[in-house]
């Protein structure tokens, strides 16, 4: 039986496990809140590239013996930086987890890196940014966000940009880090083979963190319609329709999960059968609903033959607009239903996934939810709400494309 336990450090560092005592390995996340969104104008890029330098090297270690010691553990230990959070993670052997806080620990706390390695880490992340260019529905996606969320730090290249990261000091990134360490702004998680007990010892480094004087105000970011073509010379054109989706705290998140799986988030959904299966426009066609904390974005992408490429728009947002005036059949809300439903039993048993929706719900509801919570929510949720959801949201629909020409009539 999964057991749930709680606990705070003195100065307020959160501590949540999820004890499963037939696992063998246990998934560990330090979640920071810090992203894209809480940069600076001139700081374009400093959480990602933070990310890099904090495993270069620390008091205690150095960059080496950081691999060694992660690669003895077994498992995979990695970091992700997103537009609002940051987190440093595992999956290893349960007896493993502690000394994996105590590295991470070390890097975020005893950090050592110098000039040598900002200049070694900005060109891997520069040739992370010439990679983006190469591809052209990450390009399409990165773009797009930037344009409707206009100049908003929410809509900033996570990677960066090459201005703000050539002027990048060790300094800039040494003070960077100080300011983030406030006990309010991190979490510890861990599911699986994990002692709670043990793992809140196992933090106690974090309990010299202090509360910071210091505040990040944030603003919520205005979505912008807009329609633009990037003519570049490529095999397909792919295209891209942006809406703003709910956030995280937004009572329409269950029903735009509903109507986003209905329209692209499998093979029987409308978008696939009637692109894929019927017409043949389109190898595949994806859909997601990116939640924050005051804002969402919503995102259905694909790729046709050129000569195809305006019947694949035109017979897209055709299928779109269908569902916003009529809404979905009874079978098709059931179908939707039962999908997700068993989509969140099967993420139960995936350590490294229930740890992430554990992190996110508290650093967003404040709470966890439970899985008989979720499942009544989406038993409950009916075809107005998520009619109203997708209508809302096409309203204000944005559209890009890249690929040969001139554009997509």
């Not at 190469?134 to 399409?140: I, K, R, S, W």
């Not at 692209?264 to 019927?278: H, W």
């Not at 019947?311 to 079978?331: A, F, K, M, T, V």
């Not at 709400?385 to 890249?402: C, D, G, N, P, R």
Request: aromatic share 6%; hydrophobic share 35%; glycine share 8%.
């Amino acid at each position: 039986m999964n057991t749930l336990s709680e606990s705070r450090l003195d100065n307020g560092v959160q501590i949540i496990t999820r004890h499963s005592p037939a696992c063998h390995s246990a998934a560990l996340g330090i979640w920071l809140v810090n992203g894209a969104r809480h940069q600076q104008t001139g700081q374009s890029g400093y959480a990602h590239l933070l990310e890099h330098l904090v495993f270069r090297r620390t008091q205690r270690y150095t960059g080496k013996q950081l691999s060694e010691l992660f690669e003895s553990m077994g498992g995979n230990i990695n970091a992700q930086t997103g537009r609002e959070l940051t987190a440093y993670h595992g999956l290893v052997p349960g007896d493993a987890v502690y000394r994996l806080v105590d590295l991470f620990a070390s890097m975020l706390l005893e950090p050592a890196f110098t000039e040598a390695d900002i200049e070694i880490e900005r060109e891997v992340v520069l040739q992370e940014l010439a990679m983006l260019h190469d591809d052209p529905e990450e390009f399409l996606e990165d773009t797009g966000s930037e344009i409707v969320w206009g100049q908003h730090p929410m809509g900033w290249q996570i990677l960066g940009d090459s201005k703000s990261l050539r002027s990048a000091t060790a300094a800039h990134m040494h003070d960077y880090l100080a300011s983030l360490l406030d006990p309010a702004r991190i979490l510890v998680v861990a599911t699986g083979n994990v002692n709670h007990e043990k793992l809140c010892e196992a933090c106690k480094p974090f309990s010299r963190l202090t509360a910071s004087a210091q505040t990040y105000g944030i603003t919520r970011p205005e979505f912008r319609k807009d329609r633009r073509h990037f003519p570049q010379d490529l095999e397909q054109n792919h295209l891209l329709w942006l809406m703003p989706g709910p956030s995280a705290r937004n009572e329409e998140l269950i029903p735009g999960i509903i109507a986003n799986h209905m329209l692209a988030g499998g093979v029987s959904s409308r978008l696939y059968q009637q692109l894929r299966e019927d017409l043949g426009l389109v190898y595949s066609i994806q859909s997601r609903i990116d939640p924050y904390s005051d804002t969402g974005l919503w995102l259905i992408q694909t790729s046709s033959d050129p000569e195809q490429a305006g019947r694949c728009r035109e017979q897209s947002q055709q299928i779109i607009s269908q569902l916003c005036r009529e809404g979905p059949s009874d079978s098709e809300l059931e179908q939707a239903r039962e999908h997700i439903s068993a989509s969140l039993l099967i993420e139960e048993d995936d350590l490294e996934a229930s740890m992430e929706r554990i992190a996110r719900e508290i650093m967003y509801l404040g709470r966890i939810q439970t899985l008989e919570e979720k499942l009544d929510l989406l038993a409950h949720t009916g075809r107005n709400e998520v009619q109203l959801a997708i209508e809302t949201a096409w309203k204000q629909h944005a559209f890009f494309s890249i690929g040969p020409g001139d554009g997509i009539s």
